[in-house]
């Protein structure tokens, strides 16, 4: 049985904590993300994980294995988990640290992670999490390709940028009965998803509102185990795509069904 929605936020936020805990530093949580076209803003950045990235699978967004999923690596800002799945391009301030930035080098992460406040450090000095500063703790080979690994901690411009994706969007099936928790994941354009609806064409032909669990999980309160689903997806620029019949009569918790449709 799937944990209640407060838990599984519990248990993630806990594992962040954890995570994060040599860097101690991570995303704003409360910044609101800037729209597509707006241009560069200044902000700071760390690192965690190994070289490899493989400290950075997961996190509070839920993509599970970013590898699979093709997320990358990286966090950005969260804003209450409805930042999750959107794309920045960063560059290191040369002006500002000419020491430890590359010049010209730009990398482009996905908002995948949190990086909870430390209340017990100052907000212009060490408090890099603590609202409302912008803030991005990236994975150390993102890290590396715009900063020297002995910086620990470099200013940065960011911008966001539209999402390039590989086929269409994907939806994974969890929960149980009467409770289902769909991540929704491989999400181009925006990144980001605003609002979802499902339907069950076996019950009814009306659109059942979801919520958002955590992340970019989102959940219905209806028994619809083993039936046919589509769902209905709006982004956060307002593209609607309808993803008719995407999980088969059938399906089973666990499983991922990849549609053929995706956002522009």
């Known amino acids: 049985m799937a944990p209640a929605p407060v838990l599984a936020v519990a248990a993630v936020l806990v594992a962040l904590v954890w995570a994060l ?27 965690y994980g190994g070289a490899d990235a493989s400290d950075t699978t997961g996190g509070a967004c839920g993509y599970g294995d970013l590898y699979s999923q093709g997320y990358g690596t990286s966090t950005a800002l969260f804003n209450d988990g409805a930042s999750c799945g959107q794309c920045y391009e ?41 609202p409302p500063r912008p803030h991005f ?27 390039a994706r590989w086929g269409g969007v994907r939806f994974m099936i969890n929960g149980h009965d009467y409770f289902n928790l769909v991540p929704v994941t491989n999400v181009a354009a925006a990144g980001s998803i605003r609002s979802m609806e499902v339907k069950a064409a076996a019950d009814s032909t ?22 046919m689903l589509s769902f209905r997806v709006t982004n956060t620029d307002g593209q609607t795509l309808e993803f ?21």
């Open 244 to 264: 008719a019949n995407v999980v088969p009569q059938g399906w089973k918790f666990g499983q991922t069904f990849a549609s053929k449709l995706q956002f522009s």
């Open 90 to 130: 960063i560059a290191c301030d040369h002006e500002a640290n000419p020491t430890w930035c590359k010049p010209g080098a730009t990398v482009t992460v996905t908002a995948t992670n949190f990086c909870p406040p430390n209340y017990g450090l100052p907000g212009d000095n060490g408090g890099w999490c603590n």
């Open 206 to 227: 009306d659109w059942m509102p979801m919520a958002r669990n955590w992340g970019a999980n989102w959940h219905s309160m209806a028994f619809l185990t083993g039936k």
């Open 137 to 163: 703790d990236m994975a150390q080979p993102a890290w590396e390709k715009i900063g020297a690994y002995r910086a620990g901690i470099i200013p940065v411009m960011y911008k966001r940028v539209p999402c």
């Open 21 to 47: 805990a040599v860097a101690a530093d991570g995303v704003a949580t409360n910044a609101s993300a800037p729209a597509p076209t707006t241009g560069w803003l200044k902000a700071h950045a760390t690192f």
